[in-house]
T-cell receptor, first 110, second 116 residues
Framework: NAGVTQTPKFRVLKTGQSMTLLCAQD?????MYWYRQDPGMGLRLIHY???????AKGEVPDGYNVSRLKKQNFLLGLESAAPSQTSVYFC?????????FGQGTRLTVV | KQEVTQIPAALSVPEGENLVLNCSFT??????LQWFRQDPGKGLTSLLL?????REQTSGRLNASLDKSSGRSTLYIAASQPGDSATYLC???????????????FGGGTRLMVKP
């Protein structure tokens, strides 16, 4: 049982480049989330989805887009990366009771 | 808006000590509270989950308590070991009536170091 899998694990981007982070879960969860973690800030919610085909904004959505075309996948896109988006990104999915997290993607924008 | 605060931000103790990590939250209309462990460069591992109707949960040397009315939770670690060194995060989930997305709000974490 793989749980929540994020790809890639590391990435370095130049300012203005675009990329997509993939989150896949094999637990048939309806709810999926993208967070970013910055030093001293804890985890902040970027976007979330309550089911296939639905997405909603979280606390810090600017500069990001998401898509949930399949129930098991939640994609996070950066159209034009900025240095302020240097962070560690975590994907999570949940049951009604508990949340499960991926291992994170460390993104550096130079 | 729910705000979650963890104090202290960092803690260093000698091996064998019992210790308490604190988590406070501003909105008491919570559904549950979850404690996570995060090792450097790794993801989050769930340690304990306390439902709003519960007062505490225990797992091995860990005990988490919840006082909804005062907006506080504590994580008690007994007989600490160097392997306990990690960052500990608490996260609060508000009731579905005000939180349709079942989102978690995280504290900033407590970075624990247990010295041999």
């Amino acid at each position: 049982n793989a749980g929540v899998t994020q790809t890639p694990k590391f990435r370095v981007l130049k300012t203005g480049q675009s990329m997509t982070l993939l989150c896949a879960q094999d637990m048939n969860h309806e709810y999926m989330y993208w967070y970013r973690q910055d030093p001293g800030m804890g985890l902040r919610l970027i976007h979330y989805s309550v089911g296939e085909g639905t997405t909603a904004k979280g606390e810090v959505p600017d500069g990001y887009n998401v898509s949930r075309l399949k129930k098991q996948n939640f994609l996070l896109g950066l159209e034009s990366a900025a240095p302020s988006q240097t962070s560690v990104y975590f994907c999570a999915s949940r049951t009604q009771l508990e949340a499960f997290f991926g291992q994170g993607t460390r993104l550096t924008v130079v | 808006k729910q705000e979650v605060t963890q104090i202290p931000a960092a803690l260093s103790v000698p091996e064998g000590e019992n210790l308490v990590l604190n988590c406070s939250f501003t909105d008491s209309a919570i559904y549950n509270l979850q404690w996570f462990r995060q090792d450097p460069g790794k993801g989050l591992t769930s340690l304990l989950l306390i439902q709003s109707s519960q007062r505490e949960q225990t797992s091995g040397r860990l005990n988490a308590s919840l006082d909804k009315s005062s907006g506080r939770s504590t994580l008690y670690i007994a007989a600490s070991q160097p392997g306990d060194s990690a960052t500990y995060l608490c996260a609060v989930r508000l009731t579905p009536m005000v939180n349709a997305g079942n989102m978690l709000t995280f504290g900033g974490g407590t970075r624990l170091m247990v010295k041999p």
